[in-house]
């Protein structure tokens, strides 16, 4: 008896998974302790985008550079520090 397993296709989708967390990793480090709205959405646990404007009015610090909006990591811990009961 004789199995082949063909290793190609999950070689390549490895391949691809790889290359996706790399690609994601690398765009986290892009701004260095700072993350863009998208990401920071994502940081608080996949928040809506209105969800995130309110947090902005209660007191989460963010900078605006030529329209690019970063959050500061510790900027955001300190934030959720401040707010918990």
């Known amino acids: 008896?004789?199995?082949e397993v063909n290793t190609g296709r999950v070689f390549?989708?490895?391949?691809?998974?790889?290359?996706?967390?790399?690609?994601?990793?690398?765009?986290?480090?892009?701004f260095g302790d700072y993350l863009t709205t998208s990401q920071t959405k994502e940081y608080l646990g996949d928040i809506s985008t209105n969800t995130l404007a309110k947090l902005r009015k209660q007191g989460l610090k963010r900078v605006t550079i030529d329209?690019?909006?970063?959050?500061?990591?510790?900027?955001i811990v300190e934030f959720l520090d401040e707010h918990k009961y």
């Open 12 to 30: 390549e989708e490895f391949k691809s998974e790889l290359r996706s967390e790399i690609k994601l990793i690398t765009e986290m480090n892009r």
């Open 1 to 3: 008896m004789k199995i």
């Open 67 to 75: 329209g690019l909006c970063l959050y500061k990591k510790a900027d």
